[in-house]
């Protein structure tokens, strides 16, 4: 069975700081990786996925993620966060079984930007 | 283009009662998974929906329950509920079975509270 551990529930970070959110996952197939964001009061913004191919994906927002097979994870990094940056971000494995999909979700990572 | 729509946004009740909740897809999507998110924890998949039909199901008890309209639509049901059901009830809509890794659009959700 497909799970994910998001291995800091808290980040603090200053404003222009680089940050890395971690997250691991275990699946004995092959899998699908997503990053979403939560703002407070709101749902779920996509903001990148791995599907296939390069290991370096891009996304919105200036954030890119890296999946490391070997390691099974797939880490979050900005090079310079922003105060907007603050959020709580949800890493996440599409699971199929019988054809069909769905996702399950880490605990989640609290990132607070400090000025 | 309407994204998700889930309704009411914020919902109290007590102990004992039943409530639904309801999700309209984003356009040209015919697939509706629905999340149950407690404070401080990641969505926890409930079910989905294809063609008015559940298709799978999450560790969730019987006392919830749902249904899909011929417009995609989709409502969440929940009987006899008890104060650990306070939760926000997110909606996610996707094209397909099997093909969500492509694009699950997320609602704001629904703030329940159980008191």
């Known amino acids: 069975a497909q799970s994910v551990t998001q291995l800091d529930s808290q980040v603090p970070v200053f404003e222009e700081a680089p940050v890395e959110l971690r997250c691991n996952y275990s699946?004995?197939?092959?899998?699908?990786l997503f990053w979403y964001v939560q703002y407070p009061n709101q749902g779920l913004q996509l903001l990148l996925k791995?599907?296939?191919?390069?290991?370096l994906v891009k996304g919105i927002n200036g954030f890119e993620a890296e999946f490391n097979k070997s390691q099974t994870s797939f880490h979050l990094r900005k090079p310079s966060v922003h105060i907007s940056d603050t959020a709580e971000y949800f890493c996440?494995?599409?699971?199929?079984?019988?054809?069909?999909?769905?996702?399950?979700f880490g605990a989640g990572t609290r990132l607070a930007v400090h000025p | 283009d309407a994204g998700v729509t889930q309704s009411p946004t914020h919902l109290i009740k007590t102990r004992g009662q039943q409530v639904t909740l309801r999700c309209s897809p984003k356009?040209?999507?015919?697939?509706v998974s629905w999340y149950q998110q407690a404070l401080g924890q990641g969505p926890q998949f409930i079910f989905q929906?294809?063609?008015?039909?559940?298709?799978q199901r999450g560790n969730f008890p019987d006392r919830f329950s749902g249904h899909q309209f011929p417009n995609y639509s989709s409502e969440l049901n929940v009987n006899a509920l008890l104060l650990g059901d306070s939760a926000l009830y997110l909606c996610?809509?996707?094209?397909?079975?099997?093909?969500?890794?492509?694009?699950?659009?997320f609602g704001s959700g629904t703030r329940l509270t159980v008191v």
């Open positions: 996610a809509s996707s094209s397909g079975l099997g093909t969500g890794n492509y694009g699950y659009t």
């Open positions: 699946s004995s197939v092959s899998v699908y």
């Open positions: 791995y599907l296939s191919g390069s290991t």
């Open positions: 996440a494995v599409s699971a199929i079984s019988g054809g069909y999909n769905k996702l399950i």
């Open positions: 356009s040209g999507h015919d697939t």
């Open positions: 929906y294809y063609e008015e039909e559940e298709r």
